[in-house]
């Protein structure tokens, strides 16, 4: 059986599907595996962007380093690097966007949050 991975995240579900986790206990919340696939969606949020070709353009690089127990399970990973363009945060092409976090973090504010930040700036 071949797998093709497209993205480090289906690559991280791969891995906590076929190996399991060292130690993963179900009344202790969520497991490591499953705590690897979620925090995906944050770190994209943080590092993607509108741009003109894409919705969702990439625009970071991270190497997620996945550590594994003499069990052959998931024991533990890191993020060793995280690459931003960081350009992105102050200027955006036309018909570009910036990072979608900031978008995100705004919509989640109330009027009256948003009226009383136009005014601090």
């Known amino acids: 059986m071949h797998h093709i991975f497209t993205t480090p995240f289906s690559v991280i579900q791969y891995f906590a599907s076929i190996c399991g986790v060292e130690g993963k206990s179900a009344d202790h919340g969520a497991g490591l595996d499953e705590q690897l696939v979620q925090c995906n969606p944050v770190l994209e949020a943080f590092g993607n962007a509108k741009t003109i070709k894409n ?4 625009r970071f690089g991270k190497f ?3 550590h594994f127990g003499a069990q052959g399970k998931i024991h533990s990973a890191d993020i060793e ?3 931003l363009e960081k350009a992105r945060v102050t ?9 979608h976090i900031f978008y995100q ?3 989640g504010m109330s009027q009256a949050e948003r009226e009383l930040e136009e005014e601090r700036v």
């Open 55 to 58: 919705d969702n353009s990439s």
């Open 64 to 66: 997620i380093r996945i």
């Open 81 to 83: 690097r995280y690459l």
């Open 91 to 99: 200027y955006q092409n036309p018909e570009e966007r910036s990072f």
């Open 105 to 107: 973090m705004l919509k």
